[in-house]
């Protein structure tokens, strides 16, 4: 029996990954996006198992099952969305039709591997693996139903891959209205982790394609499963390691008026400046900003003022968000203890009420040009 070696080790190694990960959610509350993650993981499970079927050379004992992972495939999409919605969405369950879409891709899977399942014997299938002994009609049925499976499978993936990232950036926009600190709410690992796997299925599918075309190159089956095994390494232990969102982190309160549904301008240009010039009296004065976690319903209840008249003065008015609108003052309290100071950077950040030094470093860099430590640098020459 043909070993390839290395992508053997390599998928192998994946499924330790999946299936301690399986472990460790099963182990876990039951959430919502809990539950999501071990459908996650069981499909990428099936994966991985139809790669090690064709790596270590066991579909020569199993031919038949050689392709059956194409329509499971096809719900690693969907399911990354799934478990996005659970994690991020205020809403508490996504209607029936999410999950008839999502079986829409299998189903036009089997649909097109129908004459590759039927229209051949197992023994016919296993001379395909041999060019000397292969059906040139059958070989071609095959390479066809590979070809647009994995056509497809990049089209409905990538649909999907989309979504997601759209809705990971509605999650983020939100979270920028109503408070001054998201770095653990914000889910931006997610984001990367979801182009980084986008991009490696993609390179995946194709590598497939040509493969079967009868192309290779010196990192066929190697480079990209290995990229992929630390994308699912780090993935299960983000993933895992997520904290549950609070219905407020997603943007679902409880208040009436913040329940209510988004509504047209409102204010007068006279009541937005009002509002304008007490919040930068409680910034300025006050120096509310200090409060590391402060956020739009404490600022609202500080100034008696409700969460949507504040953040139509922020928008409308002062052309801003919350969280920029906090942090410009935070910037510019440590611009002062930077240049007049002797403090360490990273001191100041806590000091001024930063959460991490990477906003603060990000945020200082936006609005001075140049980072902290270049600044204080530049004022002492």
Not at 65 to 87: D, E
Not at 329 to 343: C, E, G, P
Not at 367 to 372: A, K, L, Q, R, W
């Amino acid at each position: 029996m043909a070993v390839n070696v290395v992508p053997t080790v390599i998928y192998s190694s994946m499924l330790g990954v999946t299936l301690f990960a399986l472990l460790e959610c099963l182990s876990k509350p039951r959430q919502r996006q809990t539950t999501y993650l071990i459908a996650l993981f069981s499909l990428l499970l099936v994966h991985i198992l139809g790669e090690l079927h064709i790596y270590s050379g066991f579909y020569q004992y199993a031919p038949s099952l050689a392709g059956l992972q194409f329509p499971i495939r096809m719900l690693l999409g969907p399911a990354l969305y799934f478990y996005a919605f659970a994690t991020m969405s205020p809403d508490k369950a996504l209607p029936r039709k999410a999950y008839a879409l999502a079986m829409l891709g299998p189903l036009l899977i089997v649909l097109i591997m129908l004459p590759f399942l039927f229209g051949s014997s197992p023994a016919e299938k296993l001379a395909l693996a041999d060019p000397s002994t292969r059906d040139p009609a059958l070989w071609k049925i095959a390479v066809t139903t590979c070809v647009v499976s994995m056509l497809a499978f990049i089209l409905f993936t990538g649909a999907y891959l989309v979504a997601t990232l759209r809705l990971h950036t509605r999650h983020r926009r939100q979270l920028l209205d109503r408070f001054a600190s998201i770095e653990d709410r914000s889910m931006d690992w997610f984001r990367v982790v979801l182009l980084l796997w986008g991009a490696a299925w993609l390179l995946f599918a194709i590598e497939y394609i040509v493969g079967f075309l009868g192309y290779r190159w010196f990192g066929s089956g190697i480079v990209l499963p290995t990229i992929e095994a630390v994308i699912l390494l780090v993935f299960a232990h983000l993933a895992i390691n997520q904290p549950v969102l609070t219905d407020s982190d997603k943007g679902k309160e409880t208040d009436k008026e913040s329940a209510a549904p988004a509504r047209l301008p409102s204010l007068k240009a006279e009541r937005m400046q009002q509002i304008a010039q007490t919040l930068n009296q409680v910034m300025a004065k006050d120096k509310l900003y200090m409060e590391s976690d402060l956020s739009l319903k404490k600022l609202s209840e500080t100034i008696s003022v409700s969460e949507n008249h504040i953040s139509e003065t922020l928008s409308q008015f002062l052309d801003t968000n919350f969280f920029q609108f906090v942090n410009e003052y935070r910037v510019d309290a440590a611009k002062q203890l930077v240049k007049d100071s002797d403090m360490q950077v990273s001191a100041i950040a806590y000091e001024v009420g930063f959460n991490s030094k990477s906003t603060f470093n990000a945020a200082f860099k936006k609005s001075v040009g140049e980072t902290p430590t270049a600044y204080r640098r530049q004022q002492t020459h």
